[in-house]
């Protein structure tokens, strides 16, 4: 488990984390999303002790990360896969960190078979495919076998194949119970891996909520009829939402459809078309950020 | 209190790259080589003195002058044990694996000592074998190891340099850059070397009071302070870096 509380972090008059108060569970996968600079990867280190905030606290399991005796075996991470010495063979990489949480030798082994870097165990990291080298950070991550994880933007650099071999590992992970936090820009790559979602932008905790309840905030009623005009006062008079969409269309929110047609039936109205649209995530997602989005193209 | 772990840690991370084992080597080897340079320009103008000058003439003064040169590769192999980790950005991993960071700091100045001592002690001592070798084979005098002065050098000399090579960790800890640390720990170092061509009182202050200045000056015997103020001067001031070091390196963002 992983709590913040007020956590706010300022470079000079920026604010890059700003009040942020979020609880983040065991037994799932909580996908950590915002657009570029949000302040996710502030965040992280805050939680792993490597940014100090300005105010408010970051605890693991109860406990700052500086006052964990050993803080692999509780909090394994992966920020920047690339943090290796490009020199120093993969095994010593690994080695080194096992040793300052006593953790056997014999782990990094198994770390080593678990994401498939056997064989190149003896290799400068420097040699390495942007994939092995992110595996590589994977192997770290897991190294104290630890019942929290936190992970920057894991699926990056990875194959489809990777990709895959993450998502499942992930999801593994979390249905043994461990709290696993793991960030991405992409909404739609969350979509298919993580339960619970938690958005932030400018700092600020935008939203948060399982995955369905996002795809359910961005569904609406469209609606087609030759009397839009109509209708669409009609409908905010039952107290609908209503805005237009494209070819002359009605899109309806905060109505179920069936009301939509028995509102349509009562009052007499033709219709050319009723169906239910589910925003995808990735549109919920922009919505959600446009107005917290660091860097905007000109609209 | 040391964490073993952390301390066994760093010298994987030491011995694991190339960098780091090289200038080790190197300082043993520039030692033995400087040793024998200077012995050879110390016998040849002791060839060709006169007999008063041969009265004067110090077998270890001049030829161990080769640890001015060697301490700024001492101080580097410190510089290294810190800038390796910023320059290829394992400091968050390290730190994200250590926790409280005042470990990671004991355990670089640990290690740094734990190498710089071995690597000091093999350096001035072939430099004094090679030196001390090369006067008697051109029939110059010379001083067995056993000797008072020989002794001295022996065996502060070799502290005098792992306190530089911690000197060496805290500039690296306050920089954060191999180039930016290595140039101001070189130019901070040559300071008495370069005491000659200043006025006399800024000479004198230099080698006096400059604190690796005063260092080779208790292992030389050849202070206007007490050896023990000498030797103190330098171990007070490589303790003000690291207090400086470690409390700029506990707030500041990794």
Known sequence: ?299 | MIATGVLKAEWTKFSSIRATMVLSLAVVAASGFFGWTFANMAAHEYATASAQERLDFLPLDQVMRGMLLVQLLISALGVLVATSEYGSGTLGPSLAAVGRRSRLVIAKAGMTALVALPVSVAGIGLMFVTSQVTLAAQGAPYLMPGDPDALLALLLGPVVFTLLALFGLALGLLLRGTAAAVNVSSTFLLMPVLAPIFPDFLSRLLTTYWPNGAGFRAVTSRSDLPPVLSFGLLVGFVAVMHIAAFTRFARRDA
């Open chain 1, 1 to 299: 488990m992983i709590q913040l509380t007020a956590l706010t972090k300022r470079y000079g008059d920026k604010t890059a984390v700003d009040d942020l108060t979020l609880l983040v569970r065991p037994g799932v996968v909580t996908g950590f999303l915002g657009p570029n600079g949000a302040g996710k990867s502030t965040t992280m280190r805050m939680i792993l002790g490597l940014d100090l905030p300005t105010s408010g606290t970051a605890t693991i399991n109860g406990r700052a990360h500086h006052e964990l005796p050993h803080p692999l075996r509780t909090i394994g991470s992966m920020l920047d896969a690339r943090a290796a010495h490009p020199r120093r063979t993969a095994y010593k990489h690994l080695l080194y960190q096992a040793q300052t949480n006593a953790i056997p030798a014999t782990r990094v082994d198994e770390v080593l078979d678990l994401v498939g870097l056997t064989e190149v165990a003896g290799k400068p990291a420097g040699s390495f495919s942007m994939g092995m080298t992110q595996r590589l950070g994977i192997a770290a991550a897991l190294l104290g076998d630890p019942p929290v994880l936190v992970l920057d933007e894991p699926v990056n650099g990875l194959d489809p194949e990777g990709v895959r071999w993450i998502r499942a590992l992930m999801r593994g992970l979390a249905a043994e119970g461990r709290t696993v936090l793991i960030s991405s820009h992409l909404m739609s790559e969350m979509a298919m891996t993580a339960d619970r979602l938690v958005v932030i932008g400018k700092g600020r905790l935008i939203a948060e909520g399982e995955i369905g309840d996002f795809t359910a905030a961005g569904s609406a009623v469209a609606v087609r009829t030759p009397e839009s005009g109509v209708f669409a006062r009609l409908l905010e008079l039952a107290g609908a939402h209503v805005r237009p969409g494209p070819d002359d269309e009605l899109l309806v929110t905060g109505m179920e459809a069936a009301d939509v047609g028995r509102l349509a039936a009562a009052e007499g109205v033709t219709l050319f078309e009723l169906s239910v649209r589910h925003a995808s995530l990735e549109e919920t997602f922009m919505e959600l950020t446009r107005d917290a989005a660091e860097y905007g193209a000109a609209r």
